[in-house]
């Protein structure tokens, strides 16, 4: 029974750090529209929305808001209100958070190296605020892309439709 406690201890670590991300800002940076200072951004989000846009944090896999919702609907930032991601290319990949194959715009979003936590990874960021959203893997469905966008349920508002 203790190994079996150890190991999902271990997996369960290792599949938090997975989404999660050292936030060292580039000074050489774009000058983004839409970006606030921390202290402006912490009266705005959630305060897990906070954690994990901000502090490029990640929520506990299967037990955030949106990694089981099949609604029909769109997803939105929980900073700036743009639609981000929609139901329609949203699917199950079983890692405890949403996952979609593509956004709704590629204009909306950047992808940055990430190599925190001695892992090298594609960072996803809202391209208007420079805010964590998640990150971008090569594993996700072959016949509709192969990418799968990992999300954080609290960088997202959803809206049934």
């Known amino acids: 029974m203790k190994k079996i406690f150890l ?5 369960g670590t290792i599949a938090i750090l ?16 839409k970006a606030r200072s921390a202290a402006e951004w912490k009266k705005i989000l959630s305060p897990e929305a ?18 089981n919702n099949h609604q029909k609907g769109i997803y939105v930032s929980a900073a700036t209100g ?3 991601f929609t139901s329609a290319d ?11 194959v593509k956004p709704v715009d590629p204009k ?18 809202e391209k208007s605020t ?7 893997f090569d594993d996700g469905p072959v016949n509709r892309g192969g990418k799968r966008y990992c999300m954080n349920s609290y960088a997202f508002k959803f809206i049934k439709q």
């Open 108 to 125: 909306k979003i950047e992808i940055r190296r990430d190599a925190s936590f001695g892992m090298v990874r594609d960072e996803v960021i």
């Open 82 to 84: 743009d639609t981000l």
């Open 18 to 33: 997975a989404c999660q991300h050292n936030n060292n800002p580039d000074k050489n940076q774009p000058k983004r529209p």
């Open 90 to 100: 949203k699917f199950d990949s079983g890692t405890g958070w949403p996952s979609f």
């Open 50 to 67: 906070y954690d994990i846009m901000v502090n490029s944090g990640t929520e506990t896999p299967f037990d955030n808001p949106y990694w």
């Open 130 to 136: 420079g805010l964590h959203l998640g990150h971008v």
């Open 7 to 11: 190991l999902v201890l271990v997996i």
